[in-house]
């Protein structure tokens, strides 16, 4: 009778029809720009899933590794036209892997017959300008080049709200770690795209893990349904060994992290 209750109880019958609608609508704007992204369904699902829980973080958007742009389109119509979108991109392809990113990055770009290949992921920054027409953004900016010579002079006009890195390689993730972080708002949202495809993006993300903490903070990684990886900015873990000697406003900040 109890588990009957709790099944039938009207915020949870409630929730879970506002999910389910949700999850149809993100369907439906996948099937919009599917021709236009490089993401499966369900992975382009979850990211606007895990997008629409930071609707309220005011700032621009920036994704890093567009493609044809239509993971960059997908968010504008779930965020809205009242933000800034910038996307970067070669719009030549990725560079070339190096030891670092893996044994399968090397093998990936070294067999161009694959399904997966997509000319080494090369779009044009008009197929990119045309997806984004057909989007609701109404300000937006396409950034053409290596990352390394576009991310660390850009300053953008506001705070980020939402930074999607879909770089694949280490230097390429690292360079928008270390550049673009620094502008993202308290609690926005970093997802990283290929953190589990490549061991060069994993090492990077680790690597600035690892330093953008201090002794007596740990900067927390997250989940997100299985298939999307991303961290909060401000969200930080104090580790047992320093709590003893944490501060109140320590205490305050991870608590305050937790919450989302």
Request: charged share 25%; with cysteine; glycine share 8%.
């Amino acid at each position: 009778m109890e588990i009957l209750h709790f099944l039938t109880h009207p915020s949870i019958v409630t929730d879970r029809v506002k999910q389910f609608q949700l999850r149809a609508n993100f369907r439906g704007i996948y099937r919009r720009y599917r021709d236009r992204t490089i993401v499966h369904e369900a992975k382009y699902v979850r990211n606007l899933e895990l997008v629409h829980e930071f609707r309220n973080v005011r700032g621009c958007v920036v994704e890093c590794g567009v493609w044809r742009a239509g993971m960059t389109a997908g968010i504008a119509d779930v965020l809205g036209d009242d933000r800034d979108y910038f996307l970067f991109d070669s719009f030549e392809g990725l560079p070339p892997a190096r030891e670092i990113d893996g044994a399968l990055a090397l093998a990936w770009q070294s067999n161009p017959n694959s399904q997966s290949y997509h000319n080494n992921n090369t779009a044009s920054e008009q197929e990119a300008s045309d997806t984004m027409k057909r989007s609701r953004a109404k300000s937006v900016t396409l950034v053409k080049g290596w990352f390394k010579d576009t991310v660390p002079g850009f300053k953008p006009p506001r705070d980020i709200a939402v930074l999607r890195l879909d770089g694949d390689w280490y230097d390429s993730t690292r360079v928008c770690l270390e550049h673009l972080v620094p502008f993202v708002a308290d609690h926005g949202v970093v997802i990283i795209d290929d953190y589990y495809a490549f061991d060069g993006c994993t090492r990077a993300v680790n690597e600035f893990l690892s330093r953008a903490g201090s002794p007596s903070e740990v900067m927390r990684f997250r989940q997100f349904r299985d298939q999307v990886a991303y961290f909060i900015k401000g969200d930080v873990r104090i580790p047992p060994q320093a709590k003893n000697g944490a501060s109140e406003l320590d205490g305050d900040r991870q608590r305050g992290g937790a919450q989302r």
